[in-house]
Structures are given as C-alpha cells and as structure tokens.
C-alpha cells in the first residue's frame, strides 16, 4: 500500500505536493484532536460512574432504633441488629448489621460494632467470663470494649447513641475500618 | 468429490492461511532438549485455564449475581440443576489444580534460568498472569457468597481501611458502598467474569508470542552461560542443528500431562464435590469462624503471628515489596550461569519459599492462634483430671470450663490453643503465680480479676496446681519453707509416689 502511494504522490508535481503535505498533516492533527474531545466526553461521565464510589460523605450514616429500651436489661449485654440505612433492594440479608448492646446502671448505653478491630471478623460476647472473643486471630475485649489481648490494635469500635421515645437509637450505616471507625 | 473437498480446503487455507499460522506457531521448531517432563506445567495451566472458561461459563448461565440470591442459586445449582454440582466442582478443582500447576511452572522456569536474557518480558507477563490468577482465586471466593465470603470480605476491607488518610475511601471503593452488600458482590463478579479473564487472555497471548518470537528455554546445561553477544546465535544455531518442530515432536509430554491433569479434576471434582456454600451470607449469624480456601491459608497464618506492632505496616508494604521482587528478578540475574546445579541460592531460596509458605499453611488448618469458640460447653474434662480430687478442685475444673478457660487453654487435648497449653501448669507456677496471672493476665491473656470472685479464682488455681504429671513435683516457692504434704496436694501424684515406694 505505502509503495503505491508513494507512487501516485510522485506523480504531482512539485507545486501540487508542497499544498498536500500539510493538507495531510493537518488531516492527521484533525483527526487527533477529533477523537480527544470525543474521548473527553466519554471518559467524564465513565469516570464519574466508576469513581462515585470514592465518595464517603455520601450522608451513609444516620440514626435508626435498635427498639425499646425495655430489651436492654440494666447490666446486660445484648446483640441488637437493625437494617442498614443505606441499601439497595438487592442487597438481602447482607443488609441486616448487628452490634451489641452494652447497657449499664440507669440509661449508660455502650454500643459496638460487630467487628473486630484487628481484621472485622465478629466478636462474639462470653456472659461468663465477660470477654468478646475473636473466632479469626484469638483477639479478646473487656466488656467495655477496651482491647484486653491479642493483635487488635485498638479496642472495640462503639457507635453513637441516644435514648428517644423510650427507644434506644443507634448512629450507624457503615463499616467501621481503623481510619473510619463507627 | 475429494477432489472437490481439496479445493474447497485449499481455498479456505489460502484465504485464512491456517497451514502458515500452524507452521509458525503449533509447528514451530523448538530445542530437542526442551520436550522435557519439566517443561509441561506451563500447558497444564492454560489447560486449566480453559476448564475454568468452560465451567465457568456454564455455571454463569445459572448464578445470580446477586447479594440477596446469590446463595440460593449456589444452591440451587448443587441440589437442582442437572451436573450444576460437577460442574461446582470441576470449577473448584481447576482452580485449586490452576494455582498449584502455576507455582510449579513459576519455580521450574525459575530454577532453569528461563528469565533470564532475552526473555525478560515473558517473565514479567508471566508474573502478571500470576497476579491475574490470585486474582481470580480471591474474587471467586466471594462470588461463593456464603459466611466465609462476607467475612473475607470483611478481612480485605479491614486491611485496606488501614492505609492512611485514603484508607476509607478505598474501602468504599472496594465495597461499592458503605457496608458489604449488593454492590460489593456485582463488582467481585465484575472482575472475575469480564475484567481479570479478559486480561488473562490478553496477557495469555503475550506470552505464547513471546514463548514464540524469543524461543522457548533450552534445557540448561551446567557450565553454559548466558552472554548477552552471544546467546542468539548460539539459540539459532541449536535450534538449526538439533530442533524439532513443537508439534508433533515434543508436544507428547504435555499432552500426557494435560490428560492427567484433566482426569484430576474430573476424578476429585466427582470424589470431593463442590466447595459449600457454607451457611447464608447474613452478618448477624457470627457463630462462625472464617477461614479462607487453602491458597489463601499462609496468609491468614502470617496475619496472626505477626507482631501487632508491625502489622500495618508490613500489610501494605509487604504485597508491593514481594511483587517489586518477582518483576525485577529477570534484572537483577540477567545473564550467566542457568542450571540449578550451579545456582544454589536459587535453590535454597526456593525451598526457603516452599518450606515457609507450606509450614504457614499447615498452621492455618488448625490455626492454633484461634480460641475454640465452643470449647467451653463441647469439650470434656479427661476424667483422670477428675479422679480423686476434692470437692474445690473439681469446682475448679467447673470454672475452668464455665469461665472459657478451654476455649484459650487445652487439657488433656480439648480445648483451644490460642493459650499455653496447662497440662503441666503446675510444674510452671506456684499457686500465688497462678492467682496473679488468672487475675492480672498478661501479654496475651485478658485479666480475669473483675469477672471471677475470690472463692472462683480459688477453685481454679486449686484446680490448676493438680495439672501436673504424677512424676513431676510441683513447683514450690523457694522463699517459703517446704511443707511435706500439705499444700499442693496431689491426689494422683501422692497415690503414684505411694505405689511405687511399695
């Protein structure tokens, strides 16, 4: 092909090349700049989609109720679950988050994420010994969630609560990370 | 009419040129030295490559994507669909059988010099597919949307929410929302459907060109070295004198060996069957203990015995670290000796790997560093720690059961192993030892002092001073005097100690 071409070019006189080079060149830069606008505007909308997911202050969290405080006997924890705030129709029983629930003398709540802060396994709660015991990597809280051994760097994530209505509620909606806790 | 088909054939070769793609790539001639048993791991992989296109292809026709039907469709597929559980299976086992085969590929054109020059580049795509391949193990692992996928799941956001300042954000990215839901399972199915198998395949044809166009690695002979002037010529000229064309000289090894592997999968994916699920997704059920598929298992082993200290860390600089070290092996080892008769670090540092990883696996099949979680009410206490104890020390026993002792301890061979094991605690610890270490804990023990009263602590330490073989004294305390009997008795031991003085 590149032989032909090269042929047919030689054919022109010298005049008629020197006004087709540019003419090609600019062809070629017509071309270019063409397709980067094009792609421009593919690529913002594309990204925009693919990278919404960045996004952490999507308003995610908010408060939801765990129920009447008559459940939470004084001096008793107790797993408490609610659904999350933000969900999809899709999302089943992946939406369902527990946490237990803490409550002391009178109306002094402590509530924890499920997940323990080593590696997000779930901690699940001893009455006995009063411990929170990590099935994954052997990490133990106290019962106020304070780290008690094992390789967890920090103690038990605890959610914001309030008492409304007679209904204790819970400040939650997302999973709570090292860097993000509850 | 055979004349006809001749020409309709030959028409066909002329305008697709099949005779020339099949003379420059199944014909093309390799050394005569490499149609070697040790050179049938890099077949077997893209064989296994292939069941996993084909299964996986079927099973997809089945699977929902989804977080809330995902499970029943898993199933569905193991109870309803007709083969959908060989077909589980044979995906499961082609995966298993897929990372095994190309570790064994990876170490042998490691140990055989084959990275280095000129075929630098057919490393590095190979170390990519390698990436792409964990890749897949990881997100097919969730996309078997059970406990174990929602809490490895769990475990992956939990390491990356560690990086700083972008730790949430990439955690959110990760998941495709807030919390683990619908939105993290389409886009594990995503990646493992459309977006690592598409690179495979594109990385795939990379590397068949490179094996193609830089040869494939003569068997290395001691004493021959790679010079950078030289090794062309001396390629080609082996190549000239003694090569054979790859179909259909040397292909039979790794024909027999795909077979093999073949009937592998189909024999364990028959006798094994597929891969759980393992109970419903549902976070709220946390009466699980997640553990990942066995190519995973060193990790979770290295995850726990690691000093917390170093932890973060070494979570996100390790990976990096140990990748930056697979694509810069061909650069730093590029030219020289090839066989592994004269590179002993290699071999060394191959069996290191090897020993490593396998010791790391090994420990995350029991995971020692895991309380038992339901040793407390399942285990039972061997009744020769029962006999003949008084009424305080059988107490002890109670708590130490009641109080989840067992789930951290062993005695007698039940129990968890997160703690020493206390068979012979009392060799170890006076009784004013144990009061302190049962109250205060230590290091790796929670302090049982605000949640065992006076007269419980009591009983256990009781109980733990009799743990001890009837041969082997107690410990005592050096600043006390010795008292004959009297404190720390033992039952068993004096019994023993009697009927062997008579």
């Not at chain 1, 594309?46 to 996004?55: D, H, N, V």
């Not at chain 1, 967890?152 to 909606?173: N, S, T």
């Not at chain 2, 001749?6 to 014909?27: C, E, H, L, P, Q």
Request: glycine share 10%; net charge positive.
């Amino acid at each position: 092909m590149a032989v032909t071409e090269i042929e047919v070019v030689s054919e022109k006189t010298p005049e008629r090349l020197h006004i087709e080079m540019p003419r090609r060149a600019f062809l070629l830069k017509l071309g270019f700049l063409l397709n980067g606008i094009a792609a421009t505007m593919v690529s913002v909308p594309l990204l925009g989609y693919l990278l919404s997911a960045f996004r952490t202050d999507g308003g995610f969290t908010s408060w939801i109720s765990l129920g009447s405080l008559a459940t939470f006997p004084e001096n008793q924890t107790r797993m408490a679950k609610f659904r999350n705030p933000y969900t999809r129709p899709w999302d089943g029983q992946t939406a369902d988050i527990p946490c237990w629930v803490r409550r002391m003398e009178g109306g002094n709540f402590q509530i924890f994420a499920i997940n323990c802060t080593h590696l997000g396994c779930p901690v699940r709660w001893f009455q006995e010994s009063h411990l929170f015991m990590c099935p994954c990597h052997g990490g133990a809280f106290y019962e106020d969630g304070s780290h008690a051994s094992g390789p967890p760097p920090r103690g038990l994530y605890e959610y914001k609560y309030k008492i409304e209505d007679g209904q204790l509620w819970v400040h939650g909606g997302q999973l709570p990370t090292l860097n993000q806790p509850a | 009419m055979i004349e006809r088909l001749r020409k309709i054939a030959i028409w066909i070769d002329d305008r697709v040129y099949i005779s020339k793609i099949f003379a420059a790539t199944a014909g093309h001639h390799v050394p005569r030295t490499s149609g070697s048993w040790f050179y049938v791991f890099g077949s077997g992989t893209l064989l296994c490559f292939m069941i996993q296109i084909v299964t996986g292809i079927c099973l997809a026709l089945v699977y929902v994507p989804s977080a809330g039907q995902a499970y029943t469709s898993l199933e569905y597929l193991n109870y309803q669909q007709q083969f959908g559980w060989f077909l589980r299976a044979m995906h499961n086992w082609g995966s298993n059988f897929m990372v095994a085969i190309m570790l064994a590929h990876l170490a042998q054109v490691f140990l055989f010099g084959a990275f280095k020059y000129p075929r630098e580049m057919t490393w590095i795509s190979g170390v990519v597919l390698l990436l792409c391949t964990l890749g897949m193990a990881f997100t097919g692992q969730v996309l078997r949307f059970d406990q174990d996928a929602y809490w490895g799941l769990g475990i992956g956001a939990a390491m990356a929410g560690r990086v700083p300042l972008m730790g949430p954000a990439i955690v959110h990215m990760m998941l495709g929302g807030p919390i683990i839901a619908g939105e993290t399972l389409s886009r594990f199915f995503t990646l493992h459907v459309f977006v690592i198998p598409g690179s495979i395949l594109a990385i795939v044809s990379l590397h068949l060109r490179l094996v193609l166009t830089k040869g494939i690695n003569e068997y290395p002979v001691p004493g021959k070295l790679v010079k950078k002037e030289t090794y062309a010529e001396e390629y080609e000229a082996e190549i000239k004198k003694s090569g054979v064309p790859f179909f259909p000289k040397a292909i039979s090894k790794d024909l027999i060996f795909s077979g093999l592997v073949l009937l592998g999968i189909v024999f364990c994916a028959a006798y094994f069957g597929p891969a759980g699920p393992h109970g419903i997704p549902d976070p709220t059920q946390i009466n699980t203990a997640p553990k990942p598929d066995f190519f995973f298992l060193w990790l979770y082993g290295v995850l726990s015995l690691m000093p917390d200290y170093m932890e973060t860390v070494v979570m996100l600089t390790a990976p990096f670290i140990v990748i930056g070290i697979l694509f810069a092996v061909p650069f730093i080892s590029n030219t020289g000796e090839k066989s592994p008769r004269r590179r002993p670090v290699a071999v060394l540092s191959v069996l290191l790997i090897l020993i490593v990883l396998g010791a790391f696996n090994y420990l995350g099949t029991y995971a020692p560093w895991s309380p038992k979680m339901e040793a407390w009410t399942s285990a039972a206490t061997p009744t020769n720690y029962l006999e003949g104890r008084s009424p305080l020390e059988r107490q002890g026993a109670l708590v130490f059961h009641s109080k989840q002792c067992i789930n951290c301890h062993s005695v007698g061979g039940e129990g968890g192993l997160r703690g020493p094991v206390l068979d012979s605690v009392a060799t170890r610890l006076t009784a004013d030892q144990l009061v302190r270490q049962v109250i205060q804990g230590s290091g790796n023990m929670p302090a049982y002092g605000k949640n065992l009263s006076p007269s419980e602590v009591a009983a256990l330490v009781a109980f733990m001073g009799t743990l001890h073989k009837p041969t082997e004294a107690p410990a005592r305390d050096s600043t006390r005097p010795r008292q004959a009997s009297t404190d720390n008795k033992q039952p068993n031991a004096t019994a023993q100690m009697a009927s062997t003085k008579r």
